[in-house]
């Protein structure tokens, strides 16, 4: 059995969770409410305010969803609870990010500014001139728009100029050497 996905999840007060028999799990909370379908190959029950995922059988496609589909309960319950948010940070002499209504604007050294635009559900911040928040409560869109936005300008290997993680450790490789 997996080790994951045999640990319950504890549902907070003020969480409210409901299985459908079609695998649809619905989770309301503070924050908001989320809703994803998962495959027939597990069962998914709510008990004595804990979520328990168990699986039909031993196939391998089984075995890796019981693990998955438990982790993203979990992410779900704590979503809508206390949100997720990926910070980034812009370095290079002139990159920059603004915010323009509801536009993400970064002059990340292309010769056009580069306008991204929020999604439903999530929120970008901009603190300063160089540190990007993203906000919301599903952990799975935070990271996509967090890593379209780092696509951007991936950090540079010899000068280290990009947009990284918060926290991102950039190895830098030695540029040439010249004659002697």
Do not use: C, W
């Not at 909370?29 to 804990?50: A, M, W």
């Not at 609870?81 to 509801?102: C, D, H, N, S």
């Not at 780092?150 to 004659?179: C, F, H, M, N, S």
Request: aromatic share 4%; net charge positive; charged share 35%.
């Amino acid at each position: 059995m997996s080790r994951i996905g045999r640990l319950p999840i504890e549902i907070p007060k003020g969480v409210e969770v409901k299985v459908t028999p079609d695998n649809v799990v619905t989770v309301k909370g503070s924050k908001g409410t989320l809703e994803k379908k998962f495959p027939p190959i597990v069962n998914i029950e709510v008990k004595d305010n804990q979520v328990i995922v168990t699986r039909k059988g031993d196939d391998k496609e089984e075995k890796a969803m019981h693990g998955t589909t438990r982790a993203i309960i979990a992410n779900m319950v704590k979503g809508v609870t206390e949100g997720f948010e990926k910070a980034l940070e812009i370095v290079g002499i002139g990159y920059r990010a603004a915010k323009q209504g509801k536009k993400l604007v970064l002059n990340v050294g292309y010769s056009h500014p580069v306008e991204i635009e929020e999604k439903p559900g999530i929120e970008i911040i901009v603190e300063g001139n160089n540190k990007i928040i993203v906000r919301g409560i599903d952990k799975e869109k935070v990271g996509q728009v967090a890593a379209n936005i780092r696509r951007v300008r991936e950090p540079d290997a010899y000068q280290g100029k990009g947009i990284r993680y918060a926290g991102e450790v950039v190895r830098l490789k030695e540029g040439k050497t010249g004659k002697k």
